[in-house]
């Protein structure tokens, strides 16, 4: 139990400056490339940086084990006579017997790896999670052009009909159909300009990187996926 408590003051010390560490780094962020921009975001992120506190504070466990308690100091004063006292002062050292010394050390050992191993996971999930947001970002920005040359297409043809003093049954309901098109367009690119601008709020968030930095490093739109075979 006393571990336990050290192991959470200690985390509670280390985890305190982490968001003024975070702001600093980000804003020494000098991204030019996809690959530099995750390496910056990695640094960023609150998991990451609270996993790697946890290791730390899980490696200081095992010193604590080891030490010895401290000798405590018990104190008697007699006293003989209105003028005469004596104090008997002994110092009295406790010691784990039964291999209970061992047990902390190993339980201390047990703890570090735990955080280890918690560190490199929180590390992957994060990486995965923040690669999947970048390529989701990228494909956004590319079905947003596309929907923005559609929109601006058939404006252009909307308004060509319109210039003219008059419509055949045939040209009014063509008119019609492209009118619809536009509108269906203009939904779709309204939509994906807010999926678009939710998911750089959730990055920004995420890592203290700026709309800017995470715009100019997005990777490239992958043309070719892998197949994933279903299971007969």
């Avoid at 955080?115 to 995965?128: E, H, I, K, N, T």
């Avoid at 990777?219 to 197949?227: D, E, H, L, N």
Wanted: glycine residues 4%; charged residues 25%.
């Amino acid at each position: 139990m006393r571990m336990m408590y050290l192991f959470f003051v200690t985390l509670v010390s280390l985890s305190t400056p982490l968001l003024s560490l975070a702001a600093d780094s980000a804003s020494d962020c000098k991204a030019t490339s996809y690959s530099e921009l995750v390496r910056c975001a990695e640094k960023q992120s609150s998991e990451i940086q609270i996993s790697e506190q946890q290791l730390k504070s899980a490696q200081k466990l095992e010193g604590v084990a080891s030490q010895w308690l401290n000798p405590e100091l018990d104190a008697d004063t007699v006293s003989k006579g209105s003028e005469r006292s004596e104090t008997n002062a002994s110092l009295l050292f406790t010691l784990r017997l039964g291999g209970k010394r061992d047990a902390l050390i190993n339980e201390a050992q047990s703890e570090i790896e735990r955080a280890r191993a918690g560190r490199d996971l929180g590390v992957y999930q994060a990486r995965l999670e923040l690669m999947l947001s970048l390529y989701r970002l990228s494909h956004l920005k590319s079905e947003i052009h596309i929907e923005e040359e559609s929109v601006e297409t058939f404006s252009k043809i909307v308004r060509q009909f319109q210039k003219r003093p008059a419509l055949s049954p045939e040209q009014d309901v063509s008119l019609s159909v492209f009118k619809m098109s536009l509108a269906d367009h203009q939904l779709r690119l309204t939509k994906l300009k807010a999926d678009e601008e939710k998911l750089f709020q959730a990055l920004t968030a995420i890592t203290g990187l700026s709309k800017s930095l995470l715009s100019k490093n997005l990777p490239p739109v992958k043309q070719v996926w892998p197949s994933v075979e279903s299971a007969s």
